[in-house]
Structures are given as C-alpha cells and as structure tokens.
Nanobody
Framework: EVQLVESGGVLVQAGGSLRLSCAASGFTFDDYEIGWFRQAPGKEREGVSCISSSDGSTYYADSVKGRFTISSDNAKNTVYLQMNSLKPEDTAVYYC??????????????????WGQGTQVTVSS
C-alpha cells in the first residue's frame, strides 16, 4: 500500500522556521519525483517545491525561493521541506505528493499519483 505521511505542521510566528517531513512507503522511492503543495482556504492548490529522487534536482515556486529548501534522505524514503522566514501568507495545509512526471510539470498537481493527508501550517503575524 502506497503511503505518504506528512508531519511537522504547527503554529509559528512570522519570521520563524519550520521543517516538514514526508515519509513515503509502498513504492520505489527512487522512481518518483516528490513534490510539496499547499492549499489555503478559498485558494487553489499551489505547487511549492519538488525534488527529483533520482538526481536530486530541485524546483521552487517564486513565492518561496530563498526561504524554503527541499531535501531528501533516500535511505529513509523521506523528503523534507525546511521553511525559513515564514510569512502569514504561508499559512496553508501542506501536502506531499509523488509522481512519475516530467519535471517541467512539477507544479501541476494533476501530474502526481499519490498524496499524503496534509499537515497544517499556521503563521501568525
């Protein structure tokens, strides 16, 4: 059974930092790209970042470049999202997703096959 389990979402003050984790199981980790998406109330799901499990290449939305860093530990089948300099507009449910996709399409949620249940990140001003 494929599982993606996110953790690490909490309430944090603006300017603070947080690290999200995504633990994957049930599929060959190296064969999939892993993305982070977020969805705020009343807004569309937004691609935040993606990492290629095969070559480690990384991709970021403009809104998080320079503040967020994605990384993976292939030995643990886990992907991390380090979030620094958090802003209230980063408040959302954060999801990780896995897919065998073309990396140029990394920010299209439709391209992913498997999704986690999400973890809530709230940034207070």
């Amino acid at each position: 059974e494929v599982q993606l389990v996110e953790s690490g979402g909490v309430l944090v003050q603006a300017g603070g930092s947080l690290r999200l984790s995504c633990a994957a199981s049930g599929f060959t980790f190296d064969d999939y790209e892993i993305g982070w998406f977020r969805q705020a109330p009343g807004k569309e799901r937004e691609g935040v970042s993606c990492i290629s499990s095969s070559d480690g290449s990384t991709y970021y939305a403009d809104s998080v470049k320079g503040r967020f860093t994605i990384s993976s530990d292939n030995a643990k089948n886990t992907v991390y999202l380090q979030m620094n300099s958090l802003k209230p507009e980063d408040t959302a449910v954060y999801y990780c997703a896995a897919g065998g996709l073309l990396l140029r399409l990394w920010d299209l949620w439709e391209e992913y096959d498997y999704w986690g249940q999400g973890t809530q990140v709230t940034v207070s001003s």
